[in-house]
């Protein structure tokens, strides 16, 4: 799946919250296109018309556009005659019969990359509670592209090879992996999360003998962070569990390997090609 459409989907799901936490009948809302000053709308949640659907809206024009130059939440009563905005788009937002209407901005690392709407069709004012929800409605967006993009990273980097004769590649490579492992479980698209753990299957050597061992996802996790050299609390933090659920997992498979040490279940693990 690529960031596009990855991102679509998350504006998708926080539309349908928008509307869930804040009883507005109507929200839409898209990503900013890459390289050019403004967003699309991409995705409609209670519309009667496509008038919205696939609409360009450059930055500074119009509610959405003033929301990516300002790179902060605004709202209008009554858009159709309202001062605070220009009105490129009142004829689309005329045909979709929109008076009141919000707009936030999805902010990840200091840049808009999307916008949330949400509308009434008649003019009333939109207050605190209802502008409060959906700017958390666009947080779950923001938190969730991050993570994305710290996985696409950590996937390009570990599938990058080590320059010839760098000692350093392997100890590498078992960063990224550790890096891999942590980040999958916090990945929400099914498609990106898969295609994680396959990289780390690929990171991996086949095992020096058919040692049959098996491990669960979470123990796996756990001797990844220990072989990249992570203590318990470190491990716990990577992972979003506590220090002592790090130590269960740890003895759970230490008990599995044979081994008695954190270092010796590290070695069984990649006798088992379980680990790089």
């Excluded at 902060?72 to 008076?99: F, K, N, T, W």
């Excluded at 409605?137 to 592209?145: G, K, T, W």
């Excluded at 569990?241 to 003895?251: C, D, F, G, I, Q």
Aim: glycine share 8%; proline share 5%; hydrophobic share 50%.
């Amino acid at each position: 799946m690529t960031v596009d459409a990855a991102g679509a989907v998350e504006i998708r799901r926080a539309l349908v919250r928008l509307r869930r936490t804040t009883g507005l009948p109507v929200a839409f809302g898209g990503l900013v296109e890459a390289g050019r000053p403004r967003m699309r709308i991409s995705e409609l949640s209670g519309t009667a018309t496509t008038s919205l659907l696939a609409l360009a809206v450059t930055s500074g024009n119009g509610l959405g556009g003033k929301t990516v130059a300002l790179a902060r939440p605004c709202a209008v009563a009554d858009y159709s005659v309202s001062r605070q905005i220009s009105h490129e788009y009142d004829a689309a937002v005329a045909a979709e019969g929109l008076r009141s209407v919000l707009a936030v901005p999805v902010v990840v690392r200091r840049r808009v990359r999307g916008v949330l709407y949400g509308a009434l069709r008649d003019v009333r004012p939109l207050g605190d509670r209802t502008m409060a929800a959906a700017v958390d409605a666009a947080r779950d967006v923001e938190q969730a592209l991050v993570v994305g993009d710290e996985a696409r990273d950590v996937l390009a980097a570990a599938r990058a090879e080590p320059p010839p004769g760098d000692s350093s590649g392997w100890e590498q490579v078992r960063e990224a992996h550790a890096a891999l492992r942590a980040l999958a479980p916090r990945i929400t698209d099914p498609a990106l999360r898969t295609e994680l753990l396959d990289a780390c299957a690929l990171l991996t050597p086949a095992p020096a003998s058919p040692a049959g061992v098996a491990l669960a996802p979470r123990e796996l996790d756990v001797l990844a962070c220990v072989a990249a050299g992570a203590t318990n609390a470190v491990a716990a933090a990577r992972l979003g569990v506590s220090a002592e659920t790090v130590k269960a997992y740890l003895r759970s498979a230490m008990r599995k390997l044979g081994a008695r040490t954190r270092g010796e279940a590290v070695a069984a693990a990649r006798r088992a090609g379980l680990l790089p």
